[in-house]
């Protein structure tokens, strides 16, 4: 893929990765568009880029998705490239206390978000003579940690839909891939909090140097892009799947065993 002089569309582009290949996708050359929620943080990419081009939007709200798509595709009808990045992680333990309406909070944004999105702007990027479609999903796509139960979810359903999209798109003018990112230092990796994560810090990747990886990836036509400890949870979970589970969920259970409502998992903790 060639990565200058495109018209760009990034969701959750003001922290962490979106705000980070904003940065680098504009200093190569392309027009950028971020989106997210909080009027401030837009505000603020504003202020320190104010050649980048903001547009607050919830990529939950399939209303919102609708007015985007109006509002981009008039200000920027080059538009050539949807990157779905907006993502949020929550610690979770499925006790049954969260409401119908909670606990589908990460599969309104992480799942239902990137889907709708492509649903919305695929017919005009199809009109485009070269157009890309980026997903985020995680290395957790590969292996869930189960503190994290939803999230993991969320990021496998979206390593599917993108394998079925690229098959789908094949012969079209539009590209698809997917970026697998490692735990990577941003906001919300910080907001997580997680022993189990934390234990697994010699795998952080520094924002910027995951992206410039991602990015040789997208250069290269890489289609499925795992960045660091991503590319050693994939190919582990298809050599080894219990044990890399075990492993991977081990600080997780011992977690979730001081939470004295569930029993049963404690007695799995000490097994
Ligand atoms: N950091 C990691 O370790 C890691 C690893 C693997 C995958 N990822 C994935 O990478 C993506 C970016 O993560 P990050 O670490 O950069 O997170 P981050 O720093 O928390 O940034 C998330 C961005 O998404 C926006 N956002 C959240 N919910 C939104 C919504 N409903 N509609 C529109 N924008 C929304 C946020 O802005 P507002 O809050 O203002 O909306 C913010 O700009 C996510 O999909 C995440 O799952 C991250």
Known sequence: MKLSGSTILITGGTSGIGLELAI???????????????????????????????????????????????????????????????????????????????????????????????????????????????????????????????????????????????IQLHGTPVKVFELAPPPTSTPLMDNFGSDALNNQSSGVMNVDKMVRVALRGLEKDTEEIRPGVSNVLKVMSRLAPTLMLRQMNRPVARELAKIPTLPFLTEHAHT
């Open 24 to 166: 680098q996708l504009y200093k190569r050359q392309n027009t950028v568009l971020i989106t997210g929620r909080d009027p401030h943080k837009l505000q603020e990419v504003q202020r320190q880029f104010p050649d980048m081009h903001t547009y607050q939007s919830d990529v939950s709200d399939p209303a919102a998705i609708v007015s985007l798509y109006q509002r981009v595709t008039h200000d920027f009808p080059d538009l050539n490239v949807l990157v779905n990045n907006a993502g949020e992680m929550r610690m979770l333990s499925l006790q049954g206390q969260h409401g119908l309406q909670d606990i589908g909070h990460e599969i309104a944004i992480n799942l239902l978000g990137p889907v709708r999105m492509v649903e919305q702007f695929l017919p005009f990027l199809t009109t485009k003579r070269q157009a890309a479609i980026i997903n985020m999903s995680s290395g957790l796509a590969f292996v869930p940690l189960a503190s994290a139960p939803i999230y993991c979810a969320t990021k496998a359903a979206i390593h599917s839909y993108t394998q079925s999209l690229r």
